[in-house]
């Protein structure tokens, strides 16, 4: 470790298979905090390279407890985090919503680690006990259509990195790589992420694949379709760039999404929305990004025809119906 900081810190890069090795050895302890710390620095202070996000993902890929859930057609809605908002948990909220819309979802998750609530904080909080049992993911999947995968059962490098990444309080590539290291390898992906720079580089990693993606990042910042600003959108079929209002939403204030201060008040959000019972701004959010991920899957749908399939989902009561199936089989 020591002879590669240095030659990070001359400016060096790694190359996809150095990489692959460095996150390696790190999951399996041969390096002390210090220098994890010192390792991740590196890249706060300069972009990351195709070949290093690569690289970090082949380790964490080959290290993931396997889970064969492949013939589902399923989603994962994320964002990378690490854009210091501290939103509520409008991702995993989007994710219940579309589970309540009848459409398959695989969330991978972990605790928050720049926020005050990950979606396991949130979901934990609940009182659903995590784990690693397939029939178990699977009956989720069957009767409410979400499986939720903790970060840290099935990638055990995230476990290794934890307490540095919490200690350290500031966005990491590791927020980079929770997207696209689902242990499922779904074959849908609506991700938020912080920046356009950090867009096209997740588009060139998509197009390696044959995932189908749907990048969304709002021009103010957020790692999400926050309806704050103007958002650019990204997907297999090009890009564009969308107003609130063409898509029939009021502007939003930034403060209408803080998420509190503590677990539990974000949890209260959470519960609202899904409740039909949270602000027109939290709800707006949650159906803006459920849409998407549902246009996702029927790319011909018309975007006001995928909002009104999300708003639907919680006016109706499925989206919470789904929610409270989801924590009855998961309860442990």
């Known amino acids: 470790m020591k002879n590669i900081l240095y030659r990070l810190f001359e400016h060096s890069e790694l190359d996809r298979s150095e990489a692959r090795d460095v996150l390696i050895r790190m999951a399996r302890g ?62 995993t909220a989007a994710c219940f919503t579309v589970a309540g819309a009848g459409y398959k979802v695989v969330k991978h998750g972990n605790y928050g680690a720049t926020s005050v609530s990950g979606a396991s904080n949130v979901i934990e909080h609940h009182g659903v006990k995590f784990t690693t049992d397939t029939d178990l993911l699977r009956r989720s999947l069957d009767e409410c259509n979400i499986a939720y995968l903790h970060a840290q059962f099935f990638n055990p490098a995230l476990k290794a990195v934890g307490p540095v990444r919490k200690a350290l309080g500031v966005r990491t590539f590791f927020n980079m790589l929770g997207p696209l290291v689902n242990p499922v390898i779904p074959k849908r992906q609506l991700l938020g992420v912080y920046n356009l720079k950090l867009a096209r580089l997740y588009s060139y990693m998509y197009q390696q694949g044959d995932t189908r993606f749907t990048i969304v990042n709002s021009l103010d910042g957020y790692d999400e379709i926050s309806l704050t600003s103007d958002f650019k959108y990204m997907d297999n079929n090009g890009e564009g760039i969308l107003t609130p209002e063409e898509l029939g939403f009021p502007r939003a204030g930034q403060e209408e999404l803080h998420g509190g201060e503590t677990v539990a008040e974000a949890a209260r959000i959470f519960d609202n929305v899904l409740n039909g019972t949270a602000t027109p701004a939290q709800e707006n959010a949650v159906v803006a990004n459920a849409a998407f991920a549902i246009r996702n899957f029927e790319p011909a ?17 499925r989206a919470a119906a789904a929610f409270a199936k989801f924590t009855g089989i998961n309860a442990g």
């Open 301 to 317: 749908l018309p975007i006001a025809d995928c909002i009104g399939k999300a708003r639907e989902s919680i006016r109706s009561g």
């Open 30 to 91: 041969e390096f002390n905090e210090s220098q994890i710390a010192a390792f991740i620095t590196v890249f706060l202070m300069r972009s990351i390279t195709l070949d290093e996000l690569s690289g970090f993902r082949d380790a964490l890929l080959e290290m993931r407890v396997p889970v064969d859930l492949g013939d589902y057609d399923a989603i994962d809605i994320v964002g990378t985090g690490g854009d210091n908002k501290n939103t509520f948990n409008i991702s």
